[in-house]
């Protein structure tokens, strides 16, 4: 079971990038899945949550209004939309699966991270 996060890089302020988070090995269809980001010296912390089915969706207050999470269980792939990109969101991003279909953490599986840099 893996999962492995995409589509992280370099982005300029106010910019905007998708990352994904591809599960391989088996479905998380009846799991929620989640992402996490930990910036240098500072602590991973949660970013964004999403149901199995997708409808229910929670958000950190630091990224609500900017990012979105949706998720294509048929290519067993999460996304994360992130707008209006700030210099405080440059962290690695880690994609995880919940251990049931609404996020309840903590994570069951942690996939390997994707690095993102906001330039100012």
């Known amino acids: 079971v893996q999962l492995q996060a995409s589509g992280g890089g370099l982005v300029q302020a106010g910019g905007s990038r998708r990352l994904s988070c591809a599960a391989s090995?088996?479905?998380?269809?009846?799991?929620?899945m989640g992402w996490f980001r930990q910036a240098p010296g500072k602590e991973r912390e949660f970013v964004a949550s999403i149901s199995w089915a997708g409808n229910v969706t929670r958000f950190a207050d630091s990224v609500k209004g900017r990012f979105t999470v949706s998720r294509d269980n048929a290519k067993n792939t999460m996304y994360l939309q992130m707008n209006s990109l700030k210099p405080e969101d440059t962290a690695v991003y880690y994609c995880?699966?919940?251990?049931?279909?609404?996020?309840?953490?903590?994570?069951?599986?942690w996939g390997q991270g994707t690095q993102v840099t906001v330039s100012s």
């Open positions: 995880a699966a919940g251990s049931s279909s609404v996020w309840l953490g903590p994570p069951l599986v």
């Open positions: 090995g088996r479905a998380f269809n009846n799991n929620a």
